[in-house]
């Protein structure tokens, strides 16, 4: 806990997907895990540690999922600075990551992405030349966990280049659908030209 009463950024034991399935049991509006856990998902079993839990929303829904997400406090996150983000508020234009923080543990449980698009068309955050219709981006569980297709996962991850990130693209990479591949490699041409991933797709 630091002076202002805010937990530590790294304060986080985050919910498995199934845990924030069953909080949002009942809420219409799109969302999907996304980020490494969305991969784990794909291949049907968790193949590592994951530090949190990212999930994304519209902006137009932020108030719909923080009705839903009960006993959780938000905080925005950007640019390292974290700040309550007061009942009923929006987030500010340039923000779009809320952190939601279990209010009586005090631990940060799962991680609020805002992304553009609409419920029909998903968008990439990093491109908005980049989209499609949001059933072929966005796929489920046999148990019914919402999470984003492995491609974008993978575009998303190719701008850090973390010691995780190049273990999930080589991992990833076998099980790609040739079409798949194909997405990819175009897509990171537009967003990361010249990226080494490009020669191995």
Excluded at 55 to 69: H, K, M, N, S, Y
Excluded at 75 to 101: E, F, H, K, N
Excluded at 115 to 135: L, S, Y
Aim: net charge negative; hydrophobic share 40%; charged share 25%.
């Amino acid at each position: 806990m630091n002076v202002t009463g805010i937990p530590d950024h790294d304060a986080w034991s985050a919910w498995h997907p199934l845990e924030l399935t069953n909080r949002l049991a009942g809420v219409s509006a799109p969302w999907c895990v996304v980020g490494g856990w969305a991969l784990d998902l794909w291949y049907g079993r968790q193949t590592r540690d994951h530090d949190d839990l990212e999930f994304t929303v519209l902006r137009e829904d932020v108030g719909i999922f923080r009705e839903a997400l009960q006993g959780l406090d938000f905080y925005t996150a950007g640019s390292g600075v974290v700040t309550p983000l007061p009942q009923d508020a929006l987030p500010p234009a340039d923000i779009v990551q809320i952190w939601c923080l279990d209010s009586i543990e005090r631990r940060w449980r799962v991680d609020m992405m805002i992304e553009p698009g609409t419920p029909q068309t998903w968008v990439c955050k990093r491109d908005p030349n980049i989209r499609g219709a949001r059933h072929e981006f966005v796929r489920s569980t046999p148990g019914g966990i919402p999470y984003l297709a492995p491609a974008p996962i993978l575009l998303f991850k190719a701008r850090y280049q973390r010691a995780k990130d190049e273990i999930d693209f080589e991992n990833a990479l076998p099980k790609l659908a040739v079409s798949e591949r194909a997405w990819l490699k175009a897509s990171l041409k537009l967003v990361h030209p010249g990226h080494e991933w490009i020669g191995l797709l």
